[in-house]
């Protein structure tokens, strides 16, 4: 893991200077590398279930969404006021907005629909540090797919977002059905993820 500490404003020289570290950082492929709260982390390369799950979300997602609309995996969104670069497992937002930020960038503030699925390794950046930082960002929908909540299984849709807090909008456990309001309007049948295995494999 590589890391350097930037202040919270995310502004100035220390930013520029982690946003540096974060682009030449050499992971190894499939590695997910993102600036949290000021630190650059480096995530090992999720299990195929983890993928598996975010490919069959996105063909439903594709199924509602206008043609204007873009969904979009491992894509770098900018949240300046957390000292962040979250690299979302599916992000939905107009195609007009790529690289339209201040520096840019994306910005995350025009995704209308973020979506993290939780890994064994960094499952709390997912469902505490990111809920936050998404919900300072005024991102309308935040789901969190937990297939490592306790053993059971949730999915989590958050929204309403206010002083960078989020309500509660759904929980349900794998095997039930939850539904994304407008402008989505999409039932999801959580039961059509893979439950990932009790003992993840290793690789050597």
């Known amino acids: 893991m590589s890391a350097l500490t930037v202040g919270q404003s995310g502004t100035g020289h220390e930013w520029d200077d982690v946003v540096r570290i974060w682009e030449e950082t050499d992971a190894p492929e499939g590695c997910k590398v993102e600036i949290i709260e000021g630190i650059v982390t480096v995530a090992p390369t999720p299990p195929e279930e983890h993928n598996d799950t975010a490919q069959l979300l996105q063909r439903r997602l ?3 969404i206008p043609e204007d609309r873009g969904i979009y995996q491992t894509l770098g969104v900018v949240l ?12 939905v937002m107009p ?5 339209q930020g201040p520096d840019g960038r994306t910005a995350v503030e025009d995704a209308e629909l973020v979506v993290e ?11 505490v540090t990111k809920t936050h930082g998404y919900a300072k960002a005024d991102v309308p929908l935040y ?3 937990d297939p490592w909540h306790s ?10 977002p206010q002083d960078g807090t989020y309500r509660v909008l759904a929980t349900v ?7 994304l309001p407008a402008p989505f309007d ?7 993820f893979p439950v990932l295995p009790a003992e993840p494999r290793r690789y050597r």
């Open 62 to 64: 594709y199924r509602v």
């Open 80 to 91: 300046r006021q957390s000292a962040g670069l979250y690299v979302p497992d599916l992000l």
């Open 186 to 192: 999409l039932e999801v049948d959580t039961g059509d």
């Open 151 to 160: 053993g059971r299984p949730t999915a989590t849709l958050y929204g309403e």
């Open 143 to 145: 789901l969190l797919l």
């Open 117 to 127: 699925i939780t890994s064994e390794s960094n499952a709390n950046h997912d469902r």
């Open 95 to 99: 195609r007009s907005r790529l690289r």
């Open 173 to 179: 456990e794998y095997g039930e059905k939850l539904t």
